[in-house]
């Protein structure tokens, strides 16, 4: 019990820490510590791949994102926090007021990433972290699998580059990417303790949305990807530029969660 108590304040007296009275001091160490291992994965990233390209993948994955989670809690404290001020969202406090328009003008969804709620996550979740986390770590090797696909079905030659990119990224966006934006939001609310039906809501409420944002999104960055980058780059470069990315559906994946716990209870709503 006194281990508890006391680790409770440790995380409460983290937790109230700002930079600047702006950013949370806990999510920017977290921040940073996972750029240090991330530069560390960069320098060695060859040596590395060549002993073992899966795992290599599989920590390369995991690392960016944790990046990825770790800058949309982030956004979510800084927004949730102008917001709990007196007054709320002050004209100088520019950051929040630029995430507040980002979330308005969200032409992908009518919901709020970032809902006004007290039922968001804590100040920083860790569980929330270890999760996407594992979820890049467990998907890599499916993804580096296909990509290898790709590379041996639509070779890139000298003669002919333009064709085969432009194939990889049709098969890309319209075999993988539904099939991983439905694995995401299922492994994901599985993971958060849902169940079938818990499941089937958040693929209703959040699947089209999110399948439309991908199309607007990855088609241009899977040409460039294909047509230029080495195979071993591949899963990398994507995951770097899918960093933001992964905190869209971060905060999309929150902001459903939130909408579930906020929804007020009644004997007669069921899901279908």
């Given at each position: 019990m006194t281990w508890e108590l006391t680790r409770r304040r440790f995380v409460r007296a983290v937790n109230s820490k700002f930079i600047f009275d702006r950013i949370p001091l806990l999510h920017a160490v977290i921040f940073f510590i996972e750029m240090a291992i991330m530069a560390r994965l960069v320098s060695r990233f060859n040596a590395y791949y060549d002993e073992r390209p899966v795992l290599t993948m599989m920590v390369t994955n995991a690392v960016l994102g944790g990046i990825a989670d770790t800058v949309a809690q982030t956004i979510t404290s800084v927004r949730e926090r102008a917001l709990r001020k007196p007054g709320g969202i002050s004209k100088d406090d520019t950051v929040a007021i630029e995430i507040h328009e980002l979330d308005r003008k969200n032409p992908w969804t009518d919901r709020e990433l970032i809902p006004e709620s007290k039922d968001l996550p804590p100040p920083f979740d860790f569980e929330r972290l270890t999760r996407f986390m594992a979820y890049g770590f467990g998907m890599a090797p499916i993804q580096y699998k296909w990509f290898s696909f790709l590379s041996r079905a639509f070779p890139i030659t000298k003669t002919s580059a333009f064709g085969p990119a432009m194939k990889r990224v049709a098969f890309d966006q319209l075999i993988f990417a539904p099939f991983g934006i439905?694995?995401?939001?299922?492994?994901?609310?599985?993971a958060e303790g849902g169940g079938r039906r818990a499941v089937a809501h958040k693929l209703r409420d959040m699947y089209i949305p999110t399948l439309k944002a991908n199309f607007m999104v990855w088609p241009a960055v899977q040409i460039i990807n294909f047509r230029l980058m080495p195979v071993q780059f591949q899963l990398p470069f994507v995951s770097t530029v899918g960093?933001?990315?992964?905190?869209?559906?971060?905060l999309t994946?929150?902001?459903e969660e939130v909408e579930v716990k906020s929804a007020p209870y009644s004997p007669n709503i069921r899901l279908q």
């Open positions: 439905g694995c995401f939001f299922t492994v994901m609310t599985i960093i933001a990315w992964t905190a869209y559906l971060s994946n929150a902001a």
